[in-house]
């Protein structure tokens, strides 16, 4: 090669060949490069026409036998026909450019701002708005797939209407068996809607207890699955999270327990049907609508005490065991204070704000009360039916705050 070039051109190569034999080469093709080949490559032709490469580049022999290759040669030559790997956003130099020896351009990649890969939309959390709306949306469905919601706003619908029948039973059972000197005019003493109204009212001191444990598995199922790992990644906000499932469960809680009350009251009206009822005072008119629509108020209401207990316990059992002891074990140790200590007034006084005392008065709706409620004889306060609904607020406020608290300061593992 090195002898043909001071034949033709006369001039010495810029880079020395090796000394050792090489090969014939072929006689240069007349065929203009095409496109799809490199613009470094260089022909035979431009070295006889007196035009040196301006850096080493590889040179492409298109021969029709494979050439062994030169092991003494530094610079790496390539044999046979080379495909075109065409890259994306790379402008591809002519074949005018190739022939007339300029170099090539750098591939035109488009700029992005980090230097890397971008899509065409980008994916932030700046861009990804959390509202109320949605969360309580997510939270309604979780509801809804869990079996034990099923099961225990079936309780709640069905427990009102049942209790309600087997009470309005036995009043008539009392009634049908009562001696000949309490009868008027040979005929049974005649039910009383004030005691009706007061028997389904009643029914709230049952169902409070499976509301209750509805509020308190709601958020201990998912400390338990380790749910509310994923629920805490969607939802990062604690505040929003527990604003959005009280919301579910005030719901929930109080669709069931308006249900279940209305149920009672259709299954009171059927079964004292054909008989002589004694109806409200004018005074008691406002009874039936305490009970039918404020009674299921509360019942949602203890709903939300109960989800601060669970996330304070984090325990399904430790938080039925304290919502019990609220309900139950500490009225029954105020009780036993009352007995046993001489200044009885005030300990009667802290009954009737526990939380067991203040729904039974809500519940009664003030419908046996012979008065407005206030203050009387068995202690220093003796809060009306409106007022024990105040107190529950209360009840309920602080342990579903103190739950909050507890919540978005202890950590979820």
Partial sequence: ?????????????????????????????????????????????????????????????????????NPQSSTPQL????????????????????????????????????????????????????????CIRSEIIKLVSLASTWWLMGLTVLLPPVLTALSVFVMKMTISLDSPSDMVKGQPTSLDWANIWTLIGGTATTVDLVVGIFGIMAITSE????????????????????????????????????????????????MVSGQKVTALPDSKAYGPWVIVLGVPLILAVLSLLALGLGAICRSTSGGICAYLGIFMFLSTVVGIISTISKQAKWVNSVTVCLPDSALVSFAGAGIQESGG?????????????????????????????????????????
Avoid at 232 to 252: D, E, Q, R, T, Y
Wanted: hydrophobic share 35%; aromatic share 8%.
């Fill in 1 to 69: 090669m090195s002898q043909f070039d001071n034949q033709q051109g006369g001039q010495e190569p810029s880079h020395p060949m090796p000394s050792s034999p090489q090969p014939p080469s072929p006689q240069p093709s007349t065929a203009p490069p095409s496109a799809s080949q490199p613009s470094t490559v260089r022909g035979i032709g431009d070295l006889q026409g007196g035009r040196q490469p301006s850096s080493p580049q590889p040179s492409i022999v298109r021969s029709s036998t494979v050439q062994p290759p």
């Fill in 79 to 134: 044999y046979g026909p080379q495909p075109s790997m065409a890259l994306p956003h790379t402008v591809r130099p002519s074949a005018a450019a190739g022939q007339a020896g300029a170099q090539p351009s750098a591939p035109m990649v488009p700029p992005t701002s980090t230097g890397g890969y971008t899509t065409g939309r980008r994916m932030s959390s700046n861009h990804v708005r959390i509202g109320l709306l949605g």
């Fill in 223 to 270: 400390f338990s699955t380790g749910a509310i790992v994923s629920s805490l990644v969607v939802n990062p906000k604690c505040s929003l999270f527990m604003h959005a499932k009280g919301l579910s469960l005030f719901i929930f809680s109080y669709l069931a327990a308006l249900l279940g009350l209305l149920c009672s009251w259709l299954v009171a009206l059927v």
């Fill in 373 to 413: 409620g206030g203050s009387g004889s068995e202690g220093l306060f003796n809060p009306a039916w409106w007022q024990s609904g105040l107190i529950l607020l209360a009840w309920a406020a602080f342990f579903y705050l103190l739950g909050l608290l507890v919540f978005k300061r202890r950590d979820i593992s």
